[in-house]
């Protein structure tokens, strides 16, 4: 059996951005839920959402149920959350606060089998969802995101990007803009946080990297999609309820 498709490669070989939801609610239901609404990619947040590891493997194998691609952000740029991710079957990994290029060098390496890294062989339930083929073709399946959100990582900006097997760079708006000494907000419109946040797209696409960025709203991540990025959030679990909730004031008449 070779290994399973990431299906994020053949999107993106087509010339499309990639779309993708994020997950802060420890449920697997809930994964399995937005899984099945025809996302390209859900993300599983162990960094600010209220997610354990055990519910992470849950949710990651609640979403491999469908086609959607099961990425997941580790909570820090540690070795054993991210190979713990890896081995649970996350076919993405994304690290939080990549400041400079010897950090990215760490977060390949966890990432990478030998001899382009160091993961430990013990891919346990990932083999079982990626197929006889996993040792193979993991290093060259398994996309590989490292964030850039901080006014240190823009300064380290094209030696993160030249980082080999590096696979691309996710932008965190929030972050980045008040690390900035800006407001700190997801759907950025400060004109300096947006020339950052251009310089980012640039330098990534010269350097070969794709490019994704967080947002919290569909119209300003489809202005993302049409700038170039090859993934964008456009919405939460938690965003999505809060929505919902707003019914409430319209029952009430408010």
Same mark, same amino acid.
């Given at each position: 059996?070779s290994?399973r498709?990431?299906?994020?490669w053949?999107? /993106?070989?087509?010339?499309?951005?990639?779309?993708n939801?994020w997950l802060? $609610?420890p449920?697997?239901?809930?994964a399995?839920?937005?899984?099945?609404?025809? /996302?390209d990619?859900?993300? +599983?947040?162990?960094q600010?959402?209220?997610?354990g590891?055990?519910?992470?493997y849950?949710?990651v194998?609640?979403?491999s149920?469908?086609?959607?691609?099961?990425? +997941?952000?580790?909570? /820090?740029?540690?070795?054993?959350?991210?190979?713990?991710a890896?081995?649970?079957?996350?076919y993405?990994? *994304?690290?939080?606060?990549i400041?400079?290029?010897?950090?990215?060098?760490?977060f390949?390496?966890?990432?990478r089998y030998a001899?382009?890294?160091?993961?430990?062989?013990g891919?346990?339930?990932?083999?079982?969802?990626?197929?006889?083929?996993?040792?193979? #073709?993991?290093?060259?399946t398994?996309?590989?995101?490292?964030m850039i959100?901080?006014? &240190?990582?823009?300064?380290?900006?094209?030696? *993160?990007?030249?980082?080999?097997?590096?696979?691309?760079v996710?932008?965190?708006?929030?972050?980045?803009?008040?690390?900035?000494?800006?407001?700190?907000?997801?759907?950025? $419109?400060?004109?300096?946080?947006?020339?950052?946040?251009?310089? *980012?797209?640039? $330098?990534?696409? &010269?350097?070969?990297?794709k490019t994704? *960025?967080f947002n919290?709203?569909?119209t300003y991540a489809?202005?993302?999609a049409e700038?170039?990025?090859?993934?964008?959030t456009?919405?939460?679990?938690t965003?999505m309820?809060?929505?919902g909730?707003?019914?409430?004031?319209?029952? #009430?008449?408010?």
């Amino acid at each position: 059996m070779s290994m399973r498709p990431n299906s994020l490669w053949e999107i /993106w070989a087509n010339g499309q951005a990639a779309s993708n939801c994020w997950l802060n $609610t420890p449920s697997a239901y809930v994964a399995e839920l937005i899984a099945h609404q025809g /996302w390209d990619s859900v993300t +599983v947040d162990l960094q600010h959402g209220m997610i354990g590891m055990e519910d992470a493997y849950a949710m990651v194998t609640a979403i491999s149920t469908t086609d959607c691609v099961p990425l +997941v952000r580790v909570p /820090w740029n540690d070795p054993a959350q991210i190979m713990r991710a890896l081995d649970a079957g996350a076919y993405g990994i *994304i690290a939080p606060m990549i400041n400079n290029r010897q950090e990215c060098e760490a977060f390949v390496g966890a990432c990478r089998y030998a001899p382009e890294g160091y993961r430990s062989v013990g891919p346990n339930r990932a083999l079982l969802y990626g197929g006889s083929s996993y040792l193979d #073709k993991a290093n060259r399946t398994i996309v590989i995101f490292a964030m850039i959100e901080t006014v &240190e990582g823009l300064a380290h900006l094209e030696s *993160i990007c030249e980082t080999p097997g590096l696979d691309g760079v996710l932008i965190g708006p929030s972050d980045l803009g008040l690390s900035m000494g800006r407001e700190a907000k997801s759907n950025q $419109t400060d004109p300096e946080v947006v020339e950052a946040i251009e310089h *980012i797209l640039k $330098t990534a696409k &010269e350097t070969g990297k794709k490019t994704a *960025i967080f947002n919290s709203d569909v119209t300003y991540a489809r202005e993302m999609a049409e700038k170039g990025f090859d993934l964008v959030t456009a919405a939460s679990d938690t965003g999505m309820i809060r929505n919902g909730a707003e019914l409430l004031k319209e029952l #009430k008449g408010h």
